[in-house]
């Protein structure tokens, strides 16, 4: 096996470890939603105690990231896919994060009753889960165009987050007593906008993995 090749083979085992990781992530982010929509403190402490495996995840990418860029004798294709691949871990940490945020939000409203069935919450949840797949797909497949989707899906995610973000300051306004619990789910939404943001940034990177031109879709 010739050096090149074993770089290749390399850089293939990398990026099954990014979508091995980010599987994880989406799952977890549903967990957690999950676990909110139940009340279900066992799960919620599942998806927190996972966020140690998430971390480990990031440690291990990074290390042979720069290990690749130390050993090998990388082209400016090759080092693109490995700066893309350390930018790429650090927005699935972060969105590890956010998920362990809201298992801990469910934890924190043990012993109450929710102040009403929640559906924008699930649904924009899976939205963010199909999301991130999708952006993870784009990653491996290299295909800017379905990286570009990523805008019209924040777009749906930022207009369900409006819609939560207004439904419970109307109830914080007219019921008191909900504040606190609609603070708290206040927050659930605004996490996972977050994971949207950051699923969008996957969709960049990949687009820059692929042409060399960075473009923030945030914007």
């Known amino acids: 096996m010739t050096t090149r090749q074993s770089f290749h083979e390399q850089l293939d085992a990398l990026q099954r470890d990014l979508l091995k990781m980010g599987l994880f992530v989406a799952e977890a982010i549903q967990k957690a939603v999950a676990s909110?929509?139940?009340?279900?403190?066992?799960?919620?402490?599942?998806?927190?105690?996972?966020?140690?495996?998430?971390?480990?995840?990031?440690?291990?990418?990074?290390?042979?990231?720069?290990?690749?860029?130390?050993?090998?004798?990388?082209?400016?294709?090759?080092?693109?896919?490995?700066?893309?691949?350390?930018?790429?871990?650090?927005d699935l940490e972060r969105m590890a994060d956010h998920a362990t945020d809201i298992a801990k939000v469910?934890?924190?409203?043990?012993?109450?009753?929710?102040?009403?069935?929640?559906?924008?919450?699930?649904?924009?949840?899976?939205?963010?889960q199909i999301m991130t797949e999708e952006a993870l797909a784009a990653y491996v497949d290299g295909d800017v165009e379905r990286a570009k989707r990523m805008v019209a899906l924040d777009d749906e995610i930022d207009a369900t987050y409006k819609r939560i973000?207004?439904?419970?300051?109307?109830?914080?306004?007219?019921?008191?007593h909900y504040v606190r619990q609609a603070t708290y789910l206040l927050l659930v939404a605004m996490y996972l906008e977050r994971v949207g943001d950051h699923a969008t940034n996957l969709g960049e990177w990949t687009i820059y993995m692929v042409t060399g031109e960075l473009k923030d879709m945030n914007a």
């Open 165 to 176: 973000f207004d439904e419970l300051m109307g109830i914080m306004q007219t019921k008191p």
């Open 106 to 128: 469910t934890l924190q409203l043990q012993g109450e009753k929710l102040l009403k069935e929640l559906v924008d919450i699930p649904r924009m949840a899976a939205r963010v």
């Open 36 to 90: 909110l929509a139940r009340l279900d403190a066992e799960e919620a402490k599942a998806v927190v105690e996972g966020d140690d495996i998430a971390d480990q995840m990031l440690i291990d990418i990074e290390k042979r990231c720069l290990q690749l860029m130390a050993l090998q004798q990388p082209m400016a294709s090759d080092l693109r896919a490995i700066g893309t691949a350390l930018k790429i871990v650090t």
